[in-house]
């Protein structure tokens, strides 16, 4: 994780140059606006919490395809659209599943498509690098937990 960290960390740098990282006031707040500091540490080691995952894995590893209107099946995965575009939200390749299903993760097809099981398409992020199996199990363990955010 740690090199995924850093990749995050070099985005926001640039960010930063061309738009204030965090909108705006810049110092001391993190990508969604909060202070650094408070709660989880979005640069630490990666927990089963929606704050660390976004931090840790749909910024920097899926928003780059997954984000703005011709984001693929609809999905975006940046920091303010991807709460409300998995929890509760039938998948556009199989809408029979929840992107992701509530304290089911073996039935959320976000999972489905992280371990290259899916019914339809690829396995994420496309073309790889997968996730390795901690990450992936902390995401699972989330879902597991009631998906709060
Ligand atoms: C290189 C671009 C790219 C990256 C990076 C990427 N995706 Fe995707 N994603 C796609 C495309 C294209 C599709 C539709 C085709 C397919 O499923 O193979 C897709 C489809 C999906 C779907 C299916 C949505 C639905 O409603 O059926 C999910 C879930 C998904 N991606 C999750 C992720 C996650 C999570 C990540 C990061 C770990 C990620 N993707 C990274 C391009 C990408």
Redesign the pocket.
Known sequence: MRSVYWKWGAACVVAALAAGCGGGSGDGLDANGRPLGEGEDPGGPMTASFRSIQAQ??TP??S???AGGAA????R?DAGNSYMMLVDV?????PALK?VQRGNANNS??IH??EGH?A???R????GPF?DAATISLIRRWIDNGAQQ
């Open positions: 894995v749909f590893v899926c780059g395809c997954h693929p099946a609809g999905l995965l039938a998948s556009v390749e199989v992107r097809y976000l498509k992280l899916a339809v398409g690829a994420m992020p496309l073309g996730l």
